[in-house]
């Protein structure tokens, strides 16, 4: 099985910093990665897939990149809205494995 | 607009069965993949299963192949799962969620599941 390994667990920010989170694949998932956004008490919300495509209504400070095995997901300014736990996940060999998570805190 | 809604969560003793389904409205159902999701404080996120539009792909993760089902009724725009043997471990919100290019666009509100004695 494919290993996401997520950092950092938790992240201390301000309002309009610039904040980026990673995530390794244990091997190759050739650009099939997926970003989350959770909230407490709801359900994840799709940001990003396929590596780098923005879900429609997602504003675009979201900016994610990577290829091979290694990702990155950028706010480019953090909002109040955004302060939340991102999670991204793989899908290869048809199955499915997400991070750990980063919770994104306040300052 | 899309919706998903599950239902038949629940309490249930180890070794006990439980069914879940997720409603759906506001997309092609037939043509759309499905896919089960579970989430734990301590575990996280871990996928289940999904199925294809028709019904005739089914894969599954390996901590629930051999006990859990999944299915779907296109009649009634519904998706499955069918959980036996369950154990403690299984304890979880259930979430259904649509597949689309490897992402899971559209997710249900979730549903708790506990197994306990």
């Known amino acids: 099985d494919i290993q996401m390994t997520q950092s950092p667990s938790t992240l201390s920010a301000s309002v309009g910093d610039r904040v980026t989170i990673t995530c390794r694949a244990s091997?190759?998932?050739?650009?099939?990665l997926a970003w989350y956004q959770q909230k407490p008490g709801n359900a994840p919300k799709l940001l990003i897939y396929?590596?780098?495509t923005l879900q429609n209504g997602v504003p675009s400070r979201f900016i994610s990149s990577g290829s091979g095995t290694e990702f990155a997901l950028t706010i480019s300014s953090l909002q109040p809205d955004d302060f939340a736990t991102y999670y991204c996940?793989?899908?290869?060999?048809?199955?499915?494995?997400f991070g750990g998570g980063t919770k994104v805190e306040i300052k | 607009q899309v919706q998903l809604v599950e239902s038949g969560g629940g309490l249930v003793t180890p070794g006990g069965s439980l069914r879940l389904s997720c409603a759906t409205s506001?997309?092609?159902?037939?043509?759309?993949?499905m896919s089960w999701i579970r989430q734990t404080p301590s575990k996280g996120l871990e996928w289940i299963s999904f199925?294809?539009?028709?019904?005739?792909?089914?894969y599954y993760g390996d901590s629930v192949k051999g006990r859990f089902t999944i299915s779907r009724d296109s009649a009634k725009k519904s998706l499955y799962l069918q959980m036996n043997s369950l154990r403690a471990e299984d304890t979880a919100v259930y979430y259904c969620?649509?597949?689309?290019?490897?992402?899971?666009?559209?997710w249900g509100q979730g549903i708790l599941v506990t197994v306990s004695s």
């Open positions: 199925i294809s539009g028709n019904g005739d792909i089914i």
């Open positions: 969620a649509t597949l689309h290019y490897g992402g899971l666009n559209y």
């Open positions: 091997q190759n998932i050739n650009g099939w």
């Open positions: 396929m590596t780098s």
């Open positions: 996940q793989q899908f290869n060999h048809y199955s499915l494995t």
């Open positions: 506001g997309f092609n159902f037939f043509v759309q993949y």
